[in-house]
Antibody, heavy 118, light 107 residues
C-alpha cells in the first residue's frame, strides 16, 4: 500500500533554512503529486503547496511565495520541501501527503517537527 | 481564498451517540470536500472525499453529505476509537483550505 516516510525532526535558528524529505513507496510516484501541509502546535492544518511528481509543476500558497521551494527526485521517489528565512512562527509539524492534483490528501507522511529557536 | 468554518469547535459525546459535524464554505465548492480524522501525535487520516464518498477501509458508521456551501460529517454510533479531531478541507480552488477542526471528546 502507498506509504510516505519523512525525514527526522529539525531545530533551526531564525533566518535559517530547512529541507524536509518525503520518500514514497507502494505506488507509481509519477502518477500523483505531493501536497505539503503544516500544523503549528495546538493549531489547525495549513496547506503550503503542491508539486506534480510527473513534471515538477508547482503551486505555492501565497503566504509562502518567495521562500518556499518544492522539488522531487523521481530516481528515488522522494519529494522535498525547503523553507527559507525561518521565523519563530514557522515552528510546526510539516506533513507531506499524496495528492493526485490539489485534491484530497491520502496517505500522509508521519510528520516532521521543525522547531525554530534561538 | 475560500474560508471553511466548522461547528462546533468542541463536541462532548458518549459511546453509541450519533454525532454530526458541520462545515460551511464561504462560497460554493460543489462537492469538492474531504473529511479527515486526526488523533493526538498522528497524521490526519482521510475519511471522506467528494463530500460523500467513503475512503476504502473506513467504517461505514462514517458518512458525509452536502453540496454547495454546507456539508456534514455524521458518525452514526460513536465508538471509543472515534474520539479525535475532525477537519474538513475544500479542493474546489487553490489555495486548498481546511476548517478549524472539531474535537470530539468523551462526555
Amino acid at each position: 500500500q502507498a506509504q510516505l516516510v519523512q525525514s527526522g525532526a529539525e531545530v533551526k535558528k531564525p533566518g535559517a533554512s530547512v529541507k524536509v524529505s518525503c520518500k514514497a513507496s507502494g505506488y507509481t510516484f509519477t502518477s500523483y503529486g505531493i501536497s505539503w501541509v503544516r500544523q503549528a502546535p495546538g493549531q489547525g492544518l495549513e496547506w503550503m503547496g503542491w508539486i506534480s511528481a510527473y513534471n515538477g509543476n508547482t503551486n505555492y500558497a501565497q503566504n509562502f511565495q518567495g521562500r518556499l521551494t518544492m522539488t522531487t527526485d523521481t530516481s528515488t521517489n522522494t519529494a522535498y520541501m525547503e523553507l527559507r528565512s525561518l521565523t519563530f512562527d514557522d515552528t510546526a509539524v510539516y506533513y507531506c501527503a499524496r495528492d493526485v492534483g490539489e485534491n484530497w490528501c491520502d496517505p500522509w507522511g508521519q510528520g516532521t517537527l521543525v522547531t525554530v529557536s534561538s | 481564498d475560500i474560508q471553511m468554518t466548522q461547528s462546533p469547535s468542541t463536541l462532548s459525546a458518549s459511546v453509541r451517540d450519533r454525532v454530526t459535524i458541520t462545515c460551511r464554505a464561504s462560497q460554493s465548492i460543489s462537492n469538492w470536500l474531504a473529511w479527515y480524522q486526526q488523533k493526538p501525535g498522528q497524521a490526519p487520516k482521510l475519511l471522506i472525499f467528494k463530500a460523500s464518498s467513503l475512503e476504502s477501509g473506513v467504517p461505514s458508521r462514517f458518512s458525509g453529505s452536502g453540496s454547495g456551501t454546507e456539508f456534514t460529517l455524521t458518525i452514526s454510533s460513536l465508538q471509543p476509537d472515534d474520539f479525535a479531531t475532525y477537519y474538513c478541507q475544500q479542493y474546489n480552488s487553490s489555495p486548498l483550505t481546511f476548517g478549524g477542526g472539531t474535537k470530539v471528546e468523551i462526555k
